[in-house]
């Protein structure tokens, strides 16, 4: 068994090790390599030069390239949580990045206040309209618009984030449980290990093209970056970086529809899942939604360390004697299985002769044998 889950583990890693670092890096690493043997930044640029020089390596120049892409790669993954992170606008561990990061927080805030605004349907403004139907249809689909955008900012200004990509994250984070007085972040990696596999794999799934998005946005960006100083004065092949720049704004644009999906399933898995955290804890089951919020507080609490010993809580704890280990329940699983067996033929006796036969009594009044009358 426990080779099955090492060979299991080691499928996904390297499954997402392979989809996440070693093609964006190996991406990254190709378009590097290509510059250079098209032979910028020293002279112009040229794509037979670069053909050329590419047809010329072998052996031992193939395998070096190859350790160096799995090297590269090793180095990234990482930080792939902090890739995401950065790309969600978490810069306070430098001074510039606080400073860009103030900005873009009050350009958003703003952005949001005029979202806040345009979903806002006045009544007098859809009267005065009446009489063109076009410009009021135009403005009640802008305030539909508006007010879908703003499911993207946290409802709480102060936790407004720097990028869009944080802002849905954050949304989201604020979003799941709140109905029910839970702390998503606090809950949430208690809750994950509890999921059925079926979730799981749609929850990783998510995560891993989220990951995917957010490394080739990294890349492409680290990419337009060095092809702008390797092509730096060459004029038409500068539209190189400028269609790495298009990529990378289209990565983050997935990157934020897959971070909003992969917000609503943990906001569903949330709502469905969330009393097997407390059967997990031991904790009695509420009877109803104000129990409920009694309880995923004191539980949010406790779970925070910030339940002080004298203040007591409100929490009662169920222990019950049929909570069984996964060796008792598969054993008592195959116990109860339906055990079909074989029927033996029935053998009716052979007799010699007819002189062998036991003697019919025919004075035995006619009976009922199996609910049929005999004749």
């Known amino acids: 068994m426990l080779d099955a889950l090492v060979?299991?583990?080691?499928?996904?890693?390297?499954?997402?090790?392979?989809?996440v670092s070693v093609f964006p890096t190996s991406l990254l690493l190709f378009l590097?390599?290509?510059?250079?043997?098209?032979?910028?930044?020293?002279?112009?640029?040229?794509?037979q030069r670069a053909i050329n020089t590419a047809t010329e390596l072998y052996g031992i120049r193939v395998w070096l390239l190859i350790l160096v892409a799995i090297v590269t790669s090793l180095v990234f993954h990482p930080l792939q949580l902090s890739l995401v992170r950065f790309l969600e606008g978490y810069w306070d561990g430098w001074a510039v990045g606080r400073t860009i990061g103030n900005v873009l927080i009050r350009r958003h805030e703003?952005?949001?206040?005029?979202?806040?605004?345009?979903?806002?349907?006045?009544?007098?403004?859809?009267?005065?309209?009446?009489?063109?139907?076009e410009e009021a249809l135009g403005s009640r689909r802008w305030s539909e618009r508006a007010a879908q955008l703003l499911e993207r900012y946290p409802a709480s200004p102060d936790r407004i984030m720097p990028t869009t990509l944080g802002n849905v994250l954050r949304a989201a984070e604020d979003l799941a449980g709140q109905r029910y007085g839970l702390d998503a972040p606090m809950i949430w990696p208690r809750l994950y290990v509890l999921l059925p596999v079926n979730v799981l794999r749609i929850l990783n799934d998510l995560r891993v093209q989220l990951d995917i998005a957010a490394q080739l946005c990294v890349m492409l960006l680290i990419g337009a970056a060095t092809s702008t100083w390797l092509l730096l004065g060459d004029g038409v092949w500068l539209s190189i970086p400028l269609a790495l720049y298009a990529l990378a704004w289209l990565a983050y644009r997935s990157a934020i529809a897959i971070a909003t999906e992969y917000g609503s399933m943990v906001a569903t898995a949330i709502d469905l899942y969330r009393f097997d955290l407390l059967r997990a804890l031991h904790i009695r089951l509420p009877r109803n939604l104000d129990e409920e919020l009694k309880t995923n507080a004191d539980v949010c609490q406790i779970l925070?360390?910030?339940?002080?010993?004298?203040?007591?809580?409100?929490?009662?704890?169920?222990?019950?004697?049929?909570?069984?280990?996964?060796?008792?329940?598969?054993?008592?699983?195959?116990?109860?299985?339906r055990v079909t067996y074989k029927r033996r033929p029935s053998v009716r006796p052979t007799y010699t002769s007819e002189a062998a036969k036991p003697p019919m009594d025919r004075t035995a009044p006619n009976t009922v044998r199996l609910g049929i009358r005999s004749p």
């Open 7 to 19: 060979r299991t583990g080691a499928r996904q890693f390297t499954r997402r090790f392979l989809l």
């Open 32 to 47: 590097i390599f290509g510059l250079l043997w098209s032979g910028a930044p020293g002279q112009g640029p040229s794509i």
């Open 110 to 133: 703003m952005r949001q206040r005029d979202l806040e605004e345009a979903a806002e349907v006045d009544d007098d403004d859809d009267e005065e309209l009446e009489h063109k139907e």
């Open 304 to 337: 925070a360390y910030e339940a002080e010993s004298d203040e007591g809580s409100n929490l009662v704890y169920e222990h019950s004697d049929q909570r069984w280990s996964v060796r008792e329940l598969l054993l008592r699983i195959s116990a109860t299985k």
